[in-house]
């Protein structure tokens, strides 16, 4: 399931959304359509700023689960 992370222009909420085909999803908290599109955190964390300052790269990317990512399956880690 492709669940991305959102953050609306109108009030910075940040929320995330399942996105289903050419879905654009709204702000939950103000119903605005205005959102940036983040990174979700399992690319965002590996990439930037893992959990002992480096990038992983290693066998962790073939893994079953996303080491860095509390939900275990987002759209970077290619595990949903
Ligand atoms: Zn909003």
Redesign the pocket.
């Known amino acids: 399931m492709p669940i991305y992370e959102y953050q609306?222009n109108?009030?910075?909420?940040e929320f995330e959304a399942l996105v289903l085909g050419s879905d654009t999803p709204a702000?939950p908290?103000?119903?605005?359509r205005d959102l940036s599109r983040l990174m979700s955190r399992c690319g965002f964390v590996s990439k930037s700023a893992g959990p002992g300052g480096e990038t992983q790269v290693t066998s962790s990317s073939a893994s079953s689960t996303c080491s860095s990512c509390s939900a275990g399956s987002c759209a970077s880690c290619g595990m949903g």
């Open positions: 609306c109108a009030c910075q909420k702000c908290a103000c119903s605005s």
